[in-house]
């Protein structure tokens, strides 16, 4: 009997569109002898979908008409335990079930799919998921965050300094003396939890930090500002695994057409060459494997393997890396734990091709659920049941204890 695995995709998210490419990427390359594949589109507008009209990614150049042709639908878990797709809204006669579910798949990257929301629903709906958990998503999605748990577990990440944007707006000047005697020009500022470098910009001046977080808060309340390397290197390695056993790929080194690697870069910018957009994260200008030496290959591919495991992270993450080439130093400059097209072209090179990974994933989704399940998460007894005082709650009980 084949795994019935949904692939939940699109979402509310600036990286929708991008999620939309890798999902389908990752679809085309699962085994159809093994797996039994339900599309699960999220609209823009929070709408679920599904039907096969949603695997060609030609469709969505018309959304009107592949909303139209596409069934709504919803996710339930049923009285006897099973996780079923239903039709919505619900017909008056006939079946309104469409599915069944074994095991879901998250494709989303950014907000509301990377970030531990989703993970949260399926964990109420008691369904296995390929990736993260919510904790690890969540943990990995705050730039601030992450840095923290990195920091404290004496890895290396780059200084920092972090505000909301009510705080920058009620004290700007206060914030401005803070982030100067901190951290020199130039600086990179960014929101705390998007994701592919959006709403990311650069920073010479006090004019400009200024720009850069009005444009920062746009997309996030929480800012953060940290130096910008200004000979750098940047690096990529992607780890696939557990808790219990990880491994790593070959490095990329990024070519942006700026400083740093901006959205246009990882997927409009060669667009006019080779497919762009279409080919997500595969069409990004990149040199792989990265011509670092094996010294300091070595050295991030330990360093992503650590900050896998500190993190907790399970499936595939892709980690970043920065290289300060005056200091020969690397910093951990953030982990992506749904990566664009999952990281695929980093792991064809070390022997893995794009099948054997989504097999790999689902399998480490299937392994995590068994473990849970030897777990304890409620205790079998009824307190109420031992309460004096009926509906007067602890203040008309005892208050012996």
């Known amino acids: 009997m084949k795994t019935r ?6 979402g509310v998210s600036v990286e929708h569109e991008v999620s939309v490419i890798s999902a389908l990427q990752a679809i085309q390359n699962m085994d159809e002898s ?3 594949i339900t599309p699960v589109y ?3 507008d929070r709408v679920w979908y599904t039907g096969d009209n949603l695997l060609d990614i030609e ?3 018309d959304l009107k008409k592949l909303f139209q042709e596409a069934q709504k639908m919803s996710m339930q878990r049923t009285t006897d335990g099973r996780v079923i797709i239903n039709k919505e809204p619900r017909p008056r006669f006939g079946k309104a079930e469409i599915a069944e579910i074994d095991v879901a798949f998250p494709v989303i990257h950014g907000t509301f799919g990377e970030d531990g929301v989703l993970q949260g629903y399926l964990e109420l709906l008691n369904l296995p998921y390929v990736g993260c958990d919510v904790m690890s998503s969540g943990s990995g999605m705050d730039k601030v965050q992450m840095k923290r748990i990195y920091r404290d577990a004496g890895l290396p990440v780059l200084d920092f300094v ?4 009510t705080q920058w707006n009620e004290e700007t000047s206060v914030w401005l003396e803070r982030i100067e005697s901190s951290i020199p020009y130039p600086v990179i500022v960014k929101p705390a939890n998007l994701g592919s470098s959006v709403g990311i910009s650069k920073a010479a001046d006090r004019e400009e930090l200024e720009e850069a977080i009005d ?6 309340q929480k800012i953060v500002v940290e130096p910008m390397v200004q000979n750098m290197t940047e690096v990529n390695c992607s780890v696939v695994g557990d808790t219990e056993h990880v491994e790593s790929s070959v490095c990329e080194q990024v070519l942006g057409t700026d400083e740093f690697l901006s959205y246009e870069d990882k997927y409009a910018g060669s667009s006019s060459k080779n497919g762009g957009a279409s080919k997500g994260m595969e069409s990004t200008n990149r040199i792989i494997p990265a011509e670092i030496g094996d010294k300091m290959t070595a050295e991030v591919k330990r360093l992503a393997e650590e900050s896998f495991r500190t993190l907790g992270a399970s499936g595939v993450s892709r980690i ?3 290289i300060d080439n005056d200091q020969e130093k690397v910093y951990i400059n953030e982990i992506n734990t749904i990566p664009g097209s999952l990281s695929f072209y980093l792991w064809e090179p070390a022997g893995k091709s794009y099948r054997q990974l989504t097999d790999q994933l689902i399998q480490l989704a299937l392994k995590r ?3 849970r399940g030897r777990l304890m998460y409620s205790i079998d007894s009824n307190l109420f049941s031992l309460q004096q005082g009926g509906s007067k709650g602890s203040k008309g009980g005892s208050s012996k204890r």
Not at 5 to 10: K, S
Not at 162 to 165: G, K, P, R
């Open 34 to 36: 093994k797996y039994e």
């Open 162 to 165: 972090t505000f909301y944007s």
């Open 5 to 10: 695995v949904a692939v939940i995709f699109g």
């Open 215 to 220: 444009l920062a808060q746009r997309f996030a």
């Open 320 to 322: 970043d890396f920065i």
């Open 42 to 44: 999220i609209a823009k």
């Open 59 to 61: 469709n969505y150049k």
């Open 369 to 371: 659920e068994r473990e």
